[in-house]
């Protein structure tokens, strides 16, 4: 009997280096990685462009259940597209994530989601970041992972990565976006984000993205192990 090949959940606050360490473990492993906050701002990007007001949350939720959203391509050249529009370098702008952590929210849009995501990982061989795989979307999940970080590294990494994708803005802005989206994550009703009880937690505070990723390899070796 051919055994299904693991997922992997990858959770964790924003900026604390899920999408590095998901990327990586899929490289690695040959599996598929799905960023699932990708999926959030293409629906946050639809809102916008259709000039949706936050405050109608049935005509969003109604879009969230509608869109056709697909992600392809390998780990490093992940290209997202919504109803075959594809909007890979428009998700990263800053407007699109503050709409998105207000999107993210609401309980119709976060369902719809959640059912695509355990669609596209219910065969495994994937390896998922976002706030709520291993509480939500993948319980049980093979391994998973709570990735942390200081706000203060965290807030440095994302301005970092804002920087490199031609994004200008203070490290104060930046840090200000990280404090708010802690706070929608961690008080919304659907979802909030906590760390599973049998999670293994990681605080990559002070480490290199090596170090990471040879502890969260070394959980991936010892969940291959224990099914061998």
Known sequence: MTTRPLIIAIDGPAGAGKSTLARALAR?????YINTGAMYRAIAWQVTQQGISLEDTDQIG??????????KGSPDEMRITIDAKDVTKEILAPEVALTASVVSTIPEVRRALVARQQQIGADGGVVMEGRDIGTIVFPGADVKIYLDASQSDRSARRHRQERKGGIQGSLESTQAEIEERDRRDSTRLESPLIQAADAHYIDSSGRSIDQVIELALRLVNEAQSGRA
């Not at 690695?28 to 598929?32: A, D, H, N, P």
């Not at 109604?62 to 992600?71: D, F, G, P, T, V």
């Open 28 to 32: 690695q492993l040959g599996y598929l």
């Open 62 to 71: 109604s879009l969230a259940r509608r869109a056709q959203i697909e992600l």
